[in-house]
């Protein structure tokens, strides 16, 4: 997953984090990819604690997305 802005020829950071999701608590793998200016910025900070707080895995938002389209 891409996080932030990126230009063409900057250079990228690859790090990961211990994302679960909110609904199930089911922990994602994965790594995350970054600009390297961008990386341990205020605003970088703020976007992870986001994610960390609203992010779904595949499964549960599925369920969402059909429940909010059958209601």
């Not at 970054?34 to 970088?44: A, I, L, M, R």
């Amino acid at each position: 997953m891409r996080i932030g802005n990126f230009n063409n020829d900057e250079s990228t950071i690859r790090f990961s984090l211990n994302l679960s999701c909110i609904a199930c608590r089911k922990k994602v793998p994965g790594s995350m990819l970054t600009s390297e200016k961008y990386f341990g910025s205020y605003s970088f900070l703020l976007e992870i604690d986001t994610l960390k707080k609203n992010y779904l895995c595949g499964k549960c938002r599925d369920k969402k997305r059909l429940t909010n389209k059958i209601s």
